[in-house]
C-alpha cells in the first residue's frame, strides 16, 4: 500500500536534548512538509521541500532542522534551541505543482520530560 | 495578509441534523480551496477540493461544498450527519504558487449528540 509513515507515534524529549522525527512515503512525491499543530492553531508550516537536496523554512522554522537526502525521505530534528517543542508533527507530501493533494501521516507527538 | 479563517471553534449538532462548517479566504485570486477531516490523534484526511468550473463540489462520506467567489468563502456541508462525523474539520487554501504551500485555518471541531 502507499502512502506516508510517521515514526515514532510518540516521543519524549528530555531537556537540553536533540530528537528526529521521521517521514517516509512511497507515493513517488517531490514535495514534502512538516507541520506542527497545537490545539486552537490549525496547523503551521515548519518547513518543506519541493526536491532532493533542497528545502525551504516555513512560517515557524527557528529551533528545528531537516534534510533532504532522498527523495522518500524527509526527517526533521528538534533542537534544544526548541523552547516549547511539545506538538503534535505532521509531516506530509504531494507531487508539489500548485493545487496539488497533500497527503498525510499518521503523526508524531512529542512531549518534553 | 494572506489567510484562511474558520470562524466556529467548536460547533455542536445532534445525529440526523444538517451541517455547515464555514470558511472564508482572504487572497486576491481565487485559491485551489481543501477541506481535510483529522479524528483524534490521526493525520489528516481529505474530504473534497475545488480547483475552478462547477462551484458545488461532492467529496467522501456525504460531504460537500460551495465556492461563492463574492463572499470568499467555501463552506461544507453535510444534509444529514452521523455520529462518525464527530471530528476537526480544517480548511486549506493553495494560492497557486509553483511551490504547492498550503494555509490552514485553525480548524472547527465538530460535536454530534445521538
Known amino acids: 500500500d502507499g502512502g506516508i509513515t510517521q515514526s515514532p507515534k510518540y516521543l519524549f524529549r528530555k531537556e537540553g536534548q536533540n530528537v528526529t522525527l521521521s517521514c517516509e512515503q512511497n507515493?513517488?512525491?517531490?514535495?514534502m512538509y512538516w507541520y506542527r499543530q497545537d490545539p486552537g492553531q490549525g496547523l503551521r508550516l515548519i518547513y518543506y521541500s519541493q526536491i532532493v537536496n533542497d528545502f525551504q523554512k516555513g512560517d515557524i522554522a527557528e529551533g528545528y532542522s531537516v534534510s533532504r537526502e532522498k527523495k522518500e525521505s524527509f526527517p526533521l530534528t528538534v533542537t534544544s534551541a526548541q523552547k516549547n517543542p511539545t506538538a503534535f508533527y505532521l509531516c506530509a507530501s504531494s507531487m508539489g505543482d500548485a493545487g496539488e493533494t497533500q497527503y498525510f501521516g499518521p503523526g508524531t507527538r512529542l512531549l518534553v520530560l | 495578509a494572506q489567510s484562511v479563517t474558520q470562524p466556529d471553534i467548536h460547533i455542536t449538532v445532534s445525529e440526523g441534523a444538517s451541517l455547515e462548517l464555514r470558511c472564508n479566504y482572504s487572497?486576491?485570486?481565487?485559491?485551489?480551496l481543501f477541506w481535510y477531516v483529522q479524528s483524534p490523534g490521526q493525520g489528516l484526511q481529505l474530504l473534497l477540493k475545488?480547483?475552478?468550473?462547477?462551484?458545488l463540489v461532492q467529496g467522501i462520506k456525504g460531504f460537500e461544498a460551495e465556492f461563492k467567489r463574492s463572499q470568499s468563502s467555501f463552506n461544507l456541508r453535510k444534509p444529514s450527519v452521523h455520529w462518525s462525523d464527530a471530528a476537526e474539520y480544517f480548511c486549506?487554501?493553495?494560492?497557486?504558487?509553483?511551490?504547492?504551500?498550503?494555509?490552514f485555518g485553525r480548524g472547527t471541531q465538530l460535536t454530534v449528540w445521538p
Open positions: 486549506g487554501a493553495d494560492r497557486g504558487s509553483t511551490l504547492g504551500r498550503l494555509y
Open positions: 487572497y486576491g485570486a481565487t485559491p485551489y
Open positions: 475545488y480547483f475552478s468550473g462547477d462551484t
Open positions: 507515493l513517488n512525491h517531490d514535495a
